[in-house]
């Protein structure tokens, strides 16, 4: 059974300062790995999809890694900004089961 | 335009109730995902719909009744739910389902209170 797990489980930065979050997980056969972001009550806005066969995705100030092999994703999100501040998650699909299974996900707070 | 529109925001109903729960996608996606999530806790799947036929139930009490009338609505039907079905239930949409699937997209949930 794939786990997946997010720390640190929360996080607090100063505005300007850039921001890593880490992503890993116990089965390497997977197909695909998702990073989405929660704001309180809402919805999970979808940021970055990275293919197996990808070592990273960008999109704007956001960079996601992707490392098979060793179990690890790691979204870096460079001059954060109050706006940042959001429960990151990260989801991946195994190449074997249907399931996204999801991380706990780590709340960022970014002080202005 | 990525877009899952959930409907209503928010619900408060009675142990004896029925209620619904929609929602609706133009993007052209085929599966549609019906997910529930405690405060503080990842989304758990409940269904999955591939192409209007539900391909997974995640093994979820029968008080609660997924349907999808054509490509584009999922409702969720509930009946006699209990307060620990308090939740925000969350939709999502993908081009494809099973192993073969691309993103996920969600809608801003509904948050349903049973007293």
């Known amino acids: 059974k794939q786990e997946v797990t997010q720390i640190p489980a929360a996080l607090s930065v100063p505005e300007g300062e850039n921001l890593v979050l880490n992503c890993s997980f116990t089965?390497?056969?997977?197909?695909?790995l998702q990073w989405f972001r929660q704001d309180p009550g809402k919805g999970l806005t979808s940021l970055l999809l990275?293919?197996?066969?990808?070592r990273e995705q960008t999109s704007g100030r956001l960079n996601a890694s992707l490392d098979k092999s060793s179990g690890r994703s790691t979204l870096y999100i460079a001059a954060s900004q109050p706006g940042d501040s959001a429960t990151y998650l990260c989801?991946?699909?195994?190449?074997?089961?249907?399931?996204?299974?999801f991380g706990a996900g780590t709340t960022v707070t970014v002080r202005a | 335009d990525t877009e899952v529109t959930q409907t209503p925001k928010h619900l408060v109903m009675g142990m004896t109730n029925k209620k619904s729960l929609k929602c609706e996608q133009h993007?052209?996606?085929?599966?549609m995902y019906w997910y529930k999530q405690k405060a503080k806790k990842p989304p758990e799947l409940m269904f999955v719909?591939?192409?209007?036929?539900?391909?997974i139930n995640e093994s979820v009490p029968s008080r609660f009744s997924p349907e999808c009338p054509n490509s584009s609505l999922l409702n969720l039907h509930l009946h006699a739910l209990q307060p620990e079905d308090s939740a925000l239930y969350l939709c999502?949409?993908?081009?494809?389902?099973?192993?073969?699937?691309?993103?996920?997209?969600f809608g801003e949930g509904s948050r349903l209170t049973v007293l």
């Open positions: 999502a949409s993908s081009f494809r389902t099973s192993r073969n699937t691309g993103e996920l997209f």
């Open positions: 089965d390497s056969a997977i197909y695909n």
């Open positions: 990275i293919q197996s066969s990808q």
């Open positions: 989801a991946v699909r195994s190449s074997n089961d249907y399931k996204l299974s």
């Open positions: 993007m052209g996606h085929r599966a």
């Open positions: 719909y591939s192409y209007e036929k539900l391909s």
